[in-house]
């Protein structure tokens, strides 16, 4: 019988605190669809069904805290459930308010306006949790956005410990790269436009391929080379905070693909709402400064990972191109490396293949 699990949202990750379900006995899901909320370290994941079937049994009460693998549902055969008295629908929340159809239920139950609480859900949406300390006269639910900063501090503070860092810095031409996006983005409306950040994960992920000490996870004392590279992107949040939601199998895609991927996760991660699918666990990350910021960043591992690259602001610097003095737009990459796993000849091995592919950005 199939059943929901508790996902491993991270190699270091043991369990996490279940906040919401968003389904009950009775109720059809289908792969892919999200039903429960679960709050860990890296902030509050939504979790999604892996397998189509009826909601049998609920297993685990909102509050639990469940071990990683542990089941959390169970589901009967994909058959529609047997027919009997319909639930009441839930009471419509008011225009601007964000609430789960669980939580417009409890509030409904127990007699709570929607329209003064603070949510503490993802993307500041009411949970359950939300309307029942409201309707007990409790405190309001701590600040999602100051809990995530402590958990990422903490989680830095020990890579800092624990892991042994290098650190190289490489300055690229990225006349190449730029030409191509000014091309490509000729006649496109601003929301259609490519930016530099899928070429780096794509250049990222074949240079890995080269590389491999790069790319992986160090665990129980060992490094454990990871079978494909899928790219965390180090996005922060308008509250405070750094997520790294994973761009999977991204050495798979082309830049156009990659594009339309990128701007789904980083949409998702600053709306709060972050998908198991979404936290299964980045192979290497990158921390990309984007426009208007500094020329470079030099970031922390993120556990259980073993390199972190950053790319700064493109900026206009001189550069000899043949023997000849000329202004280029240049990019400067750098690399955080474990020295347990890797050492400078490898990352630099590493960092000149990013190079060589974004030299040639139209075959990524």
């Known amino acids: 019988m199939p059943e929901i699990l508790m996902p491993a949202l991270g190699a270091d990750m043991e369990d996490g605190v279940l906040v919401e379900w968003l389904v009950g006995p009775g109720d059809a899901v289908a792969r892919g669809d999200v039903v429960a909320v679960v709050e860990t370290d890296k902030g509050a994941i939504e979790i999604e069904a892996y397998e189509a079937g009826v909601v049998e049994r609920l297993l685990e009460p909102v509050g639990a805290r469940v ?9 009967a055969g994909a058959a529609a459930p047997a027919p009997g008295r319909p639930a009441p629908p839930p009471e419509p ?21 929607l329209g003064g609480l603070a949510g503490s859900g993802p993307g ?13 006269g409790g405190p309001p639910a701590p600040d999602r956005a100051e809990a995530l900063r402590r958990a990422t501090g903490a989680l830095m503070a020990r890579a800092k410990r624990e892991i042994p860092h290098y650190y190289l810095l490489h300055t690229i031409d990225a006349g190449p790269v730029t030409d191509l996006l000014r091309r490509a983005n000729e006649g496109r409306a601003a929301a259609d436009r490519l930016v530099l950040t899928p070429f780096l994960v794509r250049a990222i992920a074949l240079a890995a391929r080269d590389v491999p000490e790069v790319n992986g996870h160090w665990i129980e004392s060992r490094f454990a080379p990871a079978g494909a590279v899928h790219v ?3 996005v922060a949040l308008r509250g405070g905070g750094v997520v ?25 991660a600053r709306s709060g709402v972050i998908r198991s699918s979404d936290a299964a666990e980045a192979t290497i ?12 960043v030099h970031g922390v591992i993120h556990p259980p990972q073993v390199a972190l690259v950053g790319a700064g602001s493109v900026v206009e610097r001189p550069w000899v191109v043949d023997g000849r003095l000329e ?29 060589a592919l974004l030299a040639r950005p139209e075959l990524l």
Do not use: K, N, Q
């Open 67 to 75: 071990a990683v693998g542990r089941p959390i549902a169970r589901l």
């Open 93 to 113: 929340a008011p225009a601007g308010v964000r609430a789960s159809p669980a939580a417009r239920r409890a509030a409904a139950a127990r007699g709570v306006e």
């Open 124 to 136: 500041g949406a009411i949970t359950v949790a939300d309307v029942e300390r409201a309707a007990d």
């Open 232 to 234: 965390g992107l180090a």
């Open 244 to 268: 790294a939601p994973a761009v999977r199998d991204a050495g798979e895609a082309g830049a156009e693909e990659l594009m339309a991927r990128v701007r789904a996760v980083v949409e998702r």
């Open 285 to 296: 990350t990158l921390t990309a400064l984007g426009e208007r910021s500094v020329e470079a």
């Open 327 to 355: 202004a280029r737009p240049v990019l400067t990459l750098t690399l955080a490396g474990d020295h347990r796993v890797s050492d400078g000849r490898r990352g630099g091995r590493f960092l000149r293949r990013m190079e």
